[in-house]
Structure formats: structure tokens, C-alpha cells
């Protein structure tokens, strides 16, 4: 099943378009990482698969076909928003008793049992609590859904090294136990690269790459040679970005079956996920021909030996 | 402050900075662990839960990873229990060890009188580590071994450094 | 294999049901407990002023009852009576006669305005809108949960407030048909605290923010109040005499209150326009004559000409009633259409 579809899609605000010709898959069992500058439109895109935006042109679709939005997904998605909304008045207790009556699912024991074991109390009120804190209670509101597809935006940005792990270790443990597929968005790479199995690129409101991350690290290496071969070389390969020395080049290409062997003299090393994010995000368009941004299942094929 | 899992003979750990993939760390650990006798066939590996909520790793990392020790033959996954090691490696034993070590620090010093610094040793040992598991036929070890999956770990011990 | 092959928890996979509509009713009461609070509160205060002081109104009229008309033959009791009743009573029935046109508005507006816009204004819809129970769902079941305990509220309060009003009616000091009194009593009064209710909802959802829409509801009140005084004139309840058939300007005492007086004019002899000033002029002299010895509808037929009045008698106070209250129903039910519209509709 694919947990998220799109199709074009796009939303334009005024005159602007903040999302635009997106079509990306997202097949269940995954945590998809989305990254971008701020502005790139990840927000867009999730406030969108979540049901919370309607699409200006194009369709998104949740949970194997279910039109985001729609009461199955509804139902299926739980949408933690940026900076974590809760009611700033009410307690947690209240808050429990009000996502159980908001929801036809939701398992109660599960929540009070985190909520007590992260030592949050359930009858302070929300807004008094830490920002770790109602981060935490959001996430176990979320998770006590048994939703089948988690979306957070920027869950991790307000909080501190300890917080951010306890976070992210809760979605992970979630992902075991439950078998939930997450989106989760990020300023930040480098944290991801423990977590995320799928990426998804945004930048200047497009989609840049789309795919998962094994493909995405067996898929590209980085050549380093001497600068006078490296535009003979570059014209035969197809290359994502070029560091340039005097002397010395860098070329990160993506491979594939045509690309040959790595030239004589020239080195390959691998890529790691934050080289080449930055890449794209520093090389837009260059992502948009290529198979690699419509990854459907894993392809074979495009590993090199 | 002490953690106790319990379970499990033994406890995996990260090290995010080498170069080396995540789920292959794991493979790397259990084999070691195997090795020097901490882990016996018929030990439980660590659930896949507990992995993931202490390390902060994505499931399915630690799923590919005791998938690979299955396709090793190291190991076995019984429906509803867990992950069981069901094979052992060569073991190396303790005299051999200090044999092997003894031999080394002599190439060592032999390198360092040649002029190689510490980097320089590490460069010239990667590269022909590379070259002598590049040659072997497909065997247990993690190489350039087909494992019919999407990803080929053709830097699968250590890290390649930009010489 | 990945983390789906991994055992679910069970009854994850029933079909969706619909989410309870009660359910709804403890979300409305936690997230409104303000409101649902302070309204009533508010009103028993309100309500025990005019508990108070009605009590003391009626005691002094029944009082009254006792007294002669005539201010040559009262007692020195009784002209102070009638000077507390006057000049005491009366005045302030009148104040709070005039605060009470507040009311429905202020009700309306604070139960009103917040009830969407707050969420939208604060980033909680971020939260509201992406649970189970879809967000127009929510929208409806607190209109509806809101809005009939505001009914259920202004209606009492309205009756209290009448029966405060009674002795002023009696002395026809005013009717049941003028605007104050006909817009602050019967079914009216709660048809008007639900179109401002209605107003503050939609202008809330249209505007997202809650002061913004709180002064907007004050504003396209008043506009409604001040078109049904205009529009009152023309329900169909209207009757037209003249003075061949005489008629009482008054009530009687079971229809207390005197008659709406819409429009009058006059024809002459045959039917005819009259000339206005030649009438003018010939009222005006009965007018300075301080002891007439005819009337005036024979002083008009001496010269001729026939007194007309479009006029609404109190009888028909229910009927007016019913009309007003239909159309604000209409137009408050509309409004809460709109608003679910919107919801929908607008996105985030």
C-alpha cells in the first residue's frame, strides 16, 4: 500500500504558488523524511496530506487511495502541526477525554500510561507545561489515535538534545510496535539520517527528489579527480553538483547502468544522506528528469557494483 | 546511571561518525560478538523494539540487519519470539589473537620508519583491506557479495578516506 | 520485509463508524465552559435586579389601583405614590427597558464570535480540524448545542423581563407593540439572541479573528434591528378604518397597551385627497379650544372630510410576533448554513 500518493499537486496562495507539480509515492513501513529551506512548501505539503489544506490543482491521496481529508483518512492520519497546538487552557486529562471523544479510535490506557511514565502531570494545565513537554503530549494524543500514517511537521525544533531524542525514540518504538508510517519534516539533515528511510526534497516549492534512501546513497557517489578531465567527464555522467579546485575536482554524480566505470585515475567514495540533500538543495531542477524522483519500490537495477 | 534491558546476551551501539551504514554496524557487532564468545547458537539478539527505542534507529535498519544474518546463516528469526543466533564464526582464539597483533605492531613500526604517518597507515591499510576482500569469492564476511537487495555496501568495513 | 509485516494491534482494521454526536456535547461544554458560564451567570445577576425591582413595581401599582386618577381628589399617600411611580419607577424601568435592547446582541456577539474564530486565531484548528470527527461536524453540533441553550436562556429571561414590564403596560405608559418592548419580549427576544449568535459565528468564520468579528456583529445587528422596525410595518397583519368606524386607539384590559398608529391621512367629500393644509389647520384650531364640546371626528365630518389610519391593533401582537420571529429563524438558520460553508470550504 502506498501510504501517501500525490499527483500534481499544488497550492497557490494569491499569486504565489507555495507547492507546485508534485507527484510523489510513499509506500507504507517507511519514516519519510522531508526536507527543504524554510519556505519550500513542506509545510504545504503536509498540511495538505493531512486534509487540513484543500490542493489548488492536483490530488493527494492517504492510506492506499483514501483522498486526504475524507473521513477514512481522517480516521487513519494523525497531524501533529508545527509548535505542537494544544489547548493552552486545559489540562492533559482534559485534553485525553477530548481526542477520545473526537476520535471513533483511541486507546486511553496507552495514553495515560505514557503520559505518566514521561512524568507528565494530568491536571496541569497544557499551557504551563514545557515545551518538550506539550511537544510529548501531542505526539502521545497522536499515537493513542493508532493512526496508520503519523505526520509531523518540525516536531523536534523547539526542543533540546534530550527532548529531541526521547521524541524521536517514541516515534521509532512506534513504528516497531504498530507498524505506523511516518512523514516527518526537518530544517535538519544530519538528525534524520538515523531514522529516515524514504526522502523527500522540497525546494523553491517543487519536489526535487523523492525516493528511499538506500537507492538514494547507492545511487550517487562522489568522484574526485583532477580538474582538467572533469569536464570531459562531467558531459558523460550525470552530475549533481561540481566542487572545483585549481586542481583537484569534485563531481557528485548520480550513477546507473550506462554511467561505466569509474574513469582511471579518479576516485569514487560514498555520499552520505546530508551531501547529497545539500546538493540537490543547492542544485534545483537537476532532480526533476530522473527515475530516481519516482521511486516506486526498490529498483535493482540502479546499484552500482 | 544503569539501563537494563535484560533480555538479550548483548547490547548494540553506534558509532554515527565512521562511514559505516547503520544496519551494517549491527551485523558487524553480532559477528564480533560471535567471535569472542559473548554471543552462543541459541541466544536471543535484541528485540527489534528494544533496539529501536534505545538507539534511535529507523525499524527497518534493524530489520535489514538480522535480515542479513539470516542470509549469513548466522542466524534464524522464530514467528512471535525473536531472533536467535543459530550458527557460530571461526573463533580466533586468544594466543592467536595476540599472535596476529604482535605481527601487526612489526608492520606498523616498519610503516611509521618508512615515513607514513598516522593517516597515511590508515589509507594504505584501507585500500589494500579493500583489494583483498574484493578478490575472495562470495563468502559469510559482508564484501562485494550479491545480497539481492537495492543497496551494495561497496565501502563495507570503514570509511574511504579522500586521500 | 519491513515494519509492516510486524503484528498490528488488534481492531485496528473495523470500518469507520460515525463518532457519536453527544460526544460532542462534552467537547462543546469543555471548550466553551467559559461562555456556557458566564452568560447565565451574568443573566441571574441581571435576573435578580429585575426580580427586585419588579416585585416593587407591581406592589406600587397595585397600590395605585386604590388611587383616583383625578389629582384633585388623591390623598397626600396617593400623589406620592403616583410621584414614586412616575418619577422613580418609571424612569428606571425605561433605563434598563433600554439595556435590555443589549442584550441579544451582547449574548450573541460573546457566544458568537470566539466560537470558531478563537480556534482559527490561536492554531488550534490545526488540531480540531485533523481528528476523526470531520471539522463540519464539529461546527454543527456546537451551533446547534450553543444556540439552543442560548434560546432556552434568552426565552426565560425574556419572560422575566415581561413580567417586570407589566405594570408600565398596564399604566400605558408604552405597548407591547414598540420597539423596545415588542423586540425584548415573546419569541422575539430569543430569535434576535439567535441571529446574533447566528451573525457572530459567520462573521468570526469570515474574519478569523475574534475582535474583528465581535465589533462586526454589533454592526450588522443593528442593521438587522433597525430593517425589522422598518420591515414591522409591513407584515400583513395591518388594518385600515376610518373614522365612520369607530375604532379604540386603546387597549382593552386583556390586550393591554395602546394601538400602532402607521400612517394616517384624509379625504374630503366623495372620497377625494384632502387638502392637508385646510385639515391642518382646522385640528389645530380644535386643538386650542381647551374645552371642546364635540369631538374631533365630528368636528372633521362637519366640514367634511373622513379621518383614515393604517394602524395595528394590540390583538395582533402574537401574529407580529410569529412573523418576526419566522423570518430571524430563516435568517439566523441561513447564516448558520453559511457559516458550515465556510468551514468547509475555506481553507486553512
Known amino acids: ?305 | ?163 | 520485509m519491513n515494519v509492516l509485516t510486524l503484528p498490528a494491534q488488534p481492531g485496528q482494521d473495523t470500518a469507520p463508524r460515525p463518532v457519536p454526536w453527544r460526544r460532542m456535547a462534552w467537547v462543546t461544554w469543555r471548550q466553551q465552559r467559559a461562555t456556557l458560564i458566564a452568560v447565565p451567570t451574568v443573566l441571574a445577576a441581571v435576573a435578580v435586579f429585575l426580580v427586585v425591582f419588579g416585585l416593587k413595581a407591581h406592589h406600587d401599582y397595585a397600590a395605585l389601583l386604590n388611587c383616583p386618577l383625578d389629582q384633585g381628589q388623591q390623598s397626600n399617600a396617593c400623589a406620592k405614590l403616583f410621584s414614586t411611580f412616575n418619577s422613580t419607577d418609571w424612569p428606571l424601568a425605561n433605563t434598563v427597558g433600554i439595556l435590555v435592547q443589549l442584550a441579544p446582541v451582547l449574548i450573541g456577539a460573546f457566544a458568537g464570535a470566539p466560537l470558531l474564530a478563537r480556534a482559527l486565531e490561536n492554531g488550534t484548528y490545526r488540531f480540531a480540524w485533523t481528528q476523526g470527527l470531520m471539522r463540519e461536524r464539529q461546527a454543527i453540533a456546537k451551533l446547534a448545542l450553543l444556540g439552543v441553550t442560548l434560546v432556552v436562556l434568552a426565552w426565560a429571561f425574556g419572560e422575566l423581563f415581561s413580567w417586570f414590564f407589566q405594570p408600565f403596560l398596564w399604566t400605558e405608559q408604552i405597548s407591547r407593540l414598540t420597539e423596545g418592548a415588542f423586540a425584548s419580549s415573546g419569541i422575539v427576544f430569543p430569535a434576535f439572541t439567535l441571529v446574533a449568535f447566528a451573525i457572530g459565528a459567520f462573521l468570526g468564520m469570515l474574519l478569523r479573528r475574534v475582535i474583528p468579528a465581535l465589533a462586526a456583529t454589533l454592526g450588522v445587528y443593528l442593521a438587522v434591528r433597525l430593517g425589522a422596525w422598518a420591515l414591522r410595518g409591513q407584515y400583513p397583519v395591518t388594518v385600515v378604518t376610518s373614522n365612520a368606524n369607530q375604532f379604540s386607539a386603546f387597549g382593552t384590559p386583556s390586550q393591554p397597551g395602546f394601538a400602532w398608529i402607521l400612517s394616517t391621512w384624509y379625504t374630503g367629500p366623495g372620497g377625494k385627497p384632502a387638502n392637508q393644509s385646510a385639515v391642518g389647520q382646522l385640528l389645530e384650531q380644535y386643538q386650542s379650544n381647551p374645552h371642546p364640546t364635540v369631538s374631533v371626528g365630528q368636528t372633521l365630518a362637519e366640514h367634511g372630510y373622513t379621518e383614515w389610519n393604517r394602524w395595528i391593533p394590540p390583538s395582533h401582537y402574537w401574529p407580529m410576533q410569529f412573523i418576526e420571529a419566522g423570518w430571524l429563524l430563516v435568517l439566523a438558520v441561513a447564516l448558520m448554513a453559511g457559516t458550515v460553508w465556510l468551514v468547509r470550504h475555506r481553507a486553512a
Open chain 2, 1 to 163: 546511571m544503569t539501563i537494563d534491558k535484560g533480555d538479550s546476551a548483548i547490547e548494540f551501539r553506534l558509532d554515527p561518525d565512521s562511514g559505516v551504514p547503520t544496519y551494517l554496524q549491527l551485523v558487524q557487532q553480532v559477528e564480533h560478538a560471535l567471535r569472542l564468545g559473548y554471543l552462543q547458537p541459541g541466544d536471543q539478539l535484541p528485540k527489534v523494539r528494544d533496539v529501536v527505542t534505545s538507539l534511535t534507529i529507523n525499524p527497518n535498519t534493524v530489520l535489514k540487519a538480522y535480515r542479513e544474518l539470516e542470509h549469513k546463516g548466522l542466524a534464524a528469526g522464530r514467528p512471535g519470539q525473536g531472533t536467535f543466533i543459530q550458527a557460530t564464526l571461526e573463533q580466533v582464539t586468544l594466543p592467536e589473537l595476540a599472535g596476529l597483533r604482535r605481527t601487526l605492531l612489526g608492520w606498523l613500526t616498519s610503516a611509521e620508519q618508512a615515513g607514513l604517518d598516522e593517516d597515511g597507515i590508515v589509507a594504505l591499510f584501507t585500500s589494500g583491506l579493500r583489494d583483498f576482500f574484493k578478490n575472495r569469492p562470495a563468502s559469510g564476511d559482508a564484501g562485494a557479495a550479491d545480497h539481492g537487495t537495492a543497496n551494495h555496501g561497496t565501502a563495507a568495513h570503514g570509511t574511504e578516506g579522500v586521500a
Open chain 1, 1 to 305: 500500500m502506498n501510504v501517501i500518493e500525490t499527483s500534481e499537486l499544488g497550492k497557490r496562495y494569491g499569486k504565489s504558488w507555495a507547492l507546485r507539480d508534485c507527484t510523489l509515492t510513499v509506500p507504507a513501513g517507511h519514516l519519510a523524511a522531508l526536507v527543504g529551506p524554510n519556505g519550500a512548501g513542506k509545510s504545504t505539503l503536509m498540511n495538505m496530506t493531512a486534509g487540513l489544506t484543500a490542493a489548488t490543482a492536483g490530488i493527494a491521496t492517504v492510506l492506499g487511495g483514501h483522498p486526504a481529508g475524507s473521513p477514512a483518512a481522517l480516521n487513519g492520519v494523525a497531524f501533529v502541526a508545527q509548535d505542537a497546538p494544544v489547548y493552552r487552557n486545559l489540562s492533559a486529562g482534559d485534553m485525553l477525554h477530548l481526542t477520545r471523544n473526537l476520535n471513533q479510535r483511541f486507546d486511553t490506557p496507552f495514553a495515560r500510561a505514557r503520559l505518566a511514565d514521561l512524568g507528565i502531570p494530568l491536571n496541569k494545565k497544557a499551557g504551563k507545561l514545557s515545551g518538550g513537554q506539550q511537544s510529548q503530549l501531542a505526539l502521545t494524543l497522536a499515537l493513542a489515535r493508532r493512526p496508520r500514517l503519523l505526520i509531523l511537521d518540525e516536531p523536534l525544533a523547539a526542543l533540546d538534545p534530550l527532548a529531541r531524542q526521547d521524541f524521536l525514540a517514541a516515534v521509532m518504538t512506534a513504528m516497531a510496535d504498530d507498524g505506523v508510517s511516518v512523514l516527518l519534516s526537518s530544517h535538519q539533515v544530519a538528525e534524520l539520517e538515523r531514522v529516515a528511510d524514504f526522502l523527500i526534497v522540497l525546494s523553491r516549492a517543487r519536489l526535487q527528489m523523492a525516493g528511499e534512501v538506500d537507492d538514494l546513497l547507492a545511487g550517487h557517489r562522489l568522484l574526485t579527480g583532477p580538474t582538467a578531465e572533469a569536464d570531459e567527464y562531467a558531459d558523460r555522467l550525470t552530475v549533481v553538483q561540481t566542487r572545483r579546485g585549481d586542481a583537484q575536482t569534485h563531481l557528485l554524480v548520480r550513477t546507473s547502468e550506462t554511467a561505466g566505470p569509474v574513469p582511471p585515475g579518479w576516485e569514487s567514495h560514498q555520499v552520505s544522506l546530508e551531501e547529497v540533500v545539500m546538493a540537490y538543495l543547492r542544485s534545483p531542477g537537476v532532480g526533476e528528469p530522473a527515475p530516481l524522483t519516482r521511486v516506486q519500490r526498490p529498483q535493482p537495477t540502479e546499484a552500482t557494483r
